[in-house]
């Protein structure tokens, strides 16, 4: 039995611990402790929402940024960065070719883009839910006021997400520029679960200064916000910016929080990133062993995929959709789960195709 063998029990049970607890949790894991830890994940997701992994269809359709985050590869600052903006038939097209594969969710990412206003982000997501009306249309786009999130939301968006990144404020400020603060990413996020959509936050694993008393902070901020959606993803360099040097989080972080998160969260969607892929070949099928039940393949069009890098080395930027899915429908069989093509909302949430 590993050291920790009544923590992980006790967090299995309670979905929770205190944050004492959590950081020796964090700081004294072993070997079978970490075993513990996953099994307990799996058996959680088993039980609640089965051992399915919801695949979603990635349209990353801007790269132009007015922000300047400190780690990542499309901050406006990035001169070295070739720009992209996808045309409204582009997006369209993207639907209608991952619908076309069996994809019920869509997923626009962009950097914050005022070539796109909300008049334009409202007609997309309005002409995405008329053309499939059995899919969810979740939006990737940053902060924006209330009203904003409001019109999209009347206008058929499903879900948003909006990583918090770090919820302590002194480390937020070492992440990003000085107009770009906690307080207001919490705000969005807050509007965001007020308005009525399914709302994602969540971190990156070992980004420059983060200490495990943050992570243990961010873990209570997700067990109290109760999202439905969390995105934890590694840190990975890029080396157009300032962070060009710093060091990649690791697959053991990212591997035991996605598996920790699982048991505080036993509903919720938990991607295996595109990040996680990246800093491990296999990386994907360990998430999904520690408790990830989401992939979200790119549809991005194949000329401008490699130019949506947020960090150096991103995998897929090459292959085809229908490529891509076959080979995450493998990963998702050899990690011991099946695919599952429908919408795939929260279960708080009806699913409203049904
Ligand atoms: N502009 C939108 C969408 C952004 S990118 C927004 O602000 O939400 C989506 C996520 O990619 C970010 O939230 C961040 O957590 C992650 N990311 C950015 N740069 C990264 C890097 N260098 N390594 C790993 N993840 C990164």
Redesign the pocket.
Known sequence: MGANARLIDELRRTRTLAATELRELLLTMDAADEEALFSAAREVRRETVGDVVYLRGLIEFTNY?RNDCL???IRRSNARACRYRLSDEQILACCDQGHELGLRTFVL????DSGFGDDHICALVAAIKERHPDCAVTL???EKSRESYARYFAAGADRYL??H?TSNPAHYRRLHPPELTIENRKRCLDDLRDIGYQVGCGI?VGSPYQTVDNVVEDLLYMRDFEPHMVGI??????GDTPFAHMPAGTLEDTLRLLAIVRLMLPEVLLPATT?LGTIDPTGREKGIRAGANVMMPSLTPLDVRGDYL??DGKVGVRDQAADVMRDLEERVEAAGCGVDLGRGDHPGFGDASA
């Open positions: 940024c780690y990542c590869g990412q962009g950097g914050e990737s786009i940053g909006l990583r990144e990156m993803g590694p840190f990975v360099p890029h990040a947020l960090y």
